[in-house]
Nanobody
Framework: QVQLVESGGGLVQAGGSLRLSCAAS????????MGWFRQAPGKEREFVAR????????YYADSVKGRFTISRDNAKNTVYLQMNSLKPEDTAVYYC?????????????????WGQGTQVTVSS
């Protein structure tokens, strides 16, 4: 069983920055691909970014490319999402997810464990 706990959400003005963190339990974190997803009110959950097990490969949704950066610290069992130049349309609950098969896709169905989510609100 893997537990994921997100933190770092909050209210920020457009153009501002936030850094989300996701702490994972267990000693096999380095073998998990990790992803960030988000869900806005009335919308389906959507892919934001993912990072491979070793951290060498990353991939982003077009909507956040160039503004968001995903990274991981395997020594701390933590994955991060640095969000810059935030826009009102980035407002959503952000979830981190773990893929224990180390496949690192952009599809929510491929992830085995999910955090509880953290709210990000960007005001205009």
């Amino acid at each position: 069983q893997v537990q994921l706990v997100e933190s770092g959400g909050g209210l920020v003005q457009a153009g501002g920055s936030l850094r989300l963190s996701c702490a994972a339990s267990g000693r096999t974190f380095k073998w998990y691909a990790m992803g960030w997803f988000r869900q806005a009110p009335g919308k389906e959950r959507e892919f934001v970014a993912r990072i491979s097990c070793g951290g060498a490969n990353t991939y982003y949704a077009d909507s956040v490319k160039g503004r968001f950066t995903i990274s991981r610290d395997n020594a701390k069992n933590t994955v991060y999402l640095q969000m810059n130049s935030l826009k009102p349309e980035d407002t959503a609950v952000y979830y981190c997810a773990a893929d224990t098969q180390c496949i690192a896709t952009m599809f929510a169905r491929d992830y085995d464990y999910w955090g509880q989510g953290t709210q990000v609100t960007v005001s205009s």
